[in-house]
């Protein structure tokens, strides 16, 4: 398991004295693979030291490689009508979780779709960017999206490419170290909060080991389902502390997409600190689905 699989599952946390990218990028010096031009047949080898809490860091935020535009005006994407079924794993209600040390050497295989004429990082970014913010507006048509205070300064839901070896310097989409993120602060009846998306190639073939793995605060539940297009999905919902709710999906999507859609019940983000400024999180898990699941949400469009 690697950093971006335990960023899949846990989320975001508070800031950690272990510096993970450097840690990263150390083991990828030490291995020195040899990069292969063809990202279909690429494989990255990294070791991982994860000590603590460990998942996206507000230090990879700051490194990215601002690629999106703000979305322009278009009609909303239709929200998906057919439910998640096929319940196969539950986490029991209430589990107090922390993330142990984990040394494990992990190799990462690039989907079919890699292998095909693929978009640039800005390409994809400016596309994700308006379709993300359809597929919001789709679920809360009365939810209003601000710019996040945390990180870099961008629009909301404005992606960004991030590269944690090399910060400002653009990779292919299928590049093994790259990732896509975009954040938003919501303002709703019940308060602001705030939405997170990050969306990479599908690394591995199964999600369903993610609720056997620690998860971040008070873990409230936890379940894989299957989507209407047989996509693998996993659900979770947490206690935060300071009154911070979070729920969070991982969509596995069958077309070579990997999508993680999260909302929280506080305007920045629940690892920075601070209480909660709204009542709940302005999505619903069902609705967090829905976007996850979204045909427009692909790195890898028709």
Same mark, same amino acid.
């Given at each position: 398991?690697?950093?971006?699989?335990?960023?899949?599952?846990?989320?975001?946390?508070?800031?950690?004295?272990?510096?993970?990218?450097?840690?990263?990028?150390?083991?990828?010096?030490?291995?020195?693979?040899?990069?292969?031009?063809?990202?279909?047949?690429?494989?990255?080898?990294?070791?991982?030291?994860?000590?603590?809490?460990?998942? *996206?860091?507000?230090?990879?935020?700051?490194?990215?490689?601002?690629?999106?535009?703000?979305?322009?005006?278009?009609?909303?994407?239709?929200p998906s009508?057919?439910?998640?079924?096929?319940?196969?794993?539950?986490?029991?209600?209430?589990?107090?979780?922390?993330?142990?040390?984990?040394?494990?050497?992990?190799?990462?295989?690039?989907?079919?779709?890699?292998?095909?004429?693929?978009?640039?990082?800005?390409?994809?970014?400016?596309?994700?960017?308006?379709?993300?913010?359809?597929?919001?507006?789709?679920?809360?048509?009365?939810?209003?999206?601000?710019?996040?205070?945390?990180?870099?300064?961008?629009?909301?839901?404005?992606? *960004?490419?991030?590269?944690?070896?090399?910060?400002?310097?653009?990779?292919?989409?299928?590049?093994?170290?790259?990732?896509?993120?975009?954040?938003?602060?919501?303002?709703?009846?019940?308060?602001?909060?705030?939405?997170?998306?990050?969306?990479?190639?599908t690394w591995?073939?199964?999600?369903?080991?993610?609720?056997?793995?620690?998860?971040?605060?008070?873990?409230?539940?936890?379940?894989?389902?299957?989507?209407?297009?047989?996509?693998?999905?996993?659900?979770?919902?947490?206690?935060?502390?300071?009154?911070?709710?979070?729920?969070?999906?991982?969509? *596995?999507?069958?077309?070579?997409?990997?999508?993680?859609?999260?909302?929280?019940?506080?305007?920045?983000?629940?690892?920075?600190?601070?209480?909660?400024?709204?009542?709940?999180?302005?999505?619903?898990?069902?609705?967090?689905?829905?976007?996850?699941?979204?045909?427009?949400l692909t790195?890898?469009?028709?």
């Amino acid at each position: 398991m690697d950093k971006q699989l335990f960023d899949d599952a846990i989320g975001e946390v508070p800031p950690s004295t272990v510096d993970v990218d450097t840690v990263i990028v150390r083991g990828r010096r030490a291995v020195r693979l040899r990069r292969v031009a063809n990202p279909a047949v690429a494989a990255g080898v990294a070791v991982v030291v994860l000590t603590g809490a460990v998942a *996206h860091t507000l230090a990879g935020d700051d490194g990215g490689t601002s690629i999106g535009g703000p979305p322009g005006t278009t009609s909303a994407v239709p929200p998906s009508s057919v439910p998640p079924s096929s319940t196969t794993q539950q986490q029991p209600s209430g589990s107090k979780v922390s993330t142990p040390s984990v040394i494990e050497l992990d190799t990462k295989v690039p989907p079919p779709q890699c292998g095909g004429r693929l978009e640039s990082a800005a390409q994809a970014a400016a596309r994700l960017t308006l379709a993300t913010t359809n597929a919001v507006k789709a679920q809360r048509s009365d939810l209003t999206l601000s710019q996040n205070r945390v990180g870099v300064p961008r629009g909301p839901l404005e992606y *960004h490419q991030i590269n944690p070896s090399d910060p400002g310097v653009e990779l292919s989409i299928c590049d093994t170290s790259a990732s896509f993120e975009a954040r938003a602060t919501t303002t709703t009846a019940e308060g602001s909060g705030n939405i997170f998306v990050l969306v990479h190639p599908t690394w591995r073939n199964s999600l369903d080991p993610l609720c056997d793995y620690p998860g971040l605060g008070t873990r409230n539940s936890c379940e894989v389902v299957t989507g209407p297009r047989g996509e693998q999905i996993v659900k979770q919902t947490a206690d935060m502390g300071d009154g911070i709710a979070m729920s969070q999906v991982v969509v *596995h999507r069958k077309d070579g997409t990997q999508v993680l859609v999260q909302a929280e019940s506080i305007d920045t983000s629940g690892k920075v600190g601070g209480g909660a400024t709204a009542s709940e999180p302005p999505l619903t898990l069902d609705q967090l689905v829905a976007i996850g699941v979204d045909p427009a949400l692909t790195l890898f469009p028709r």
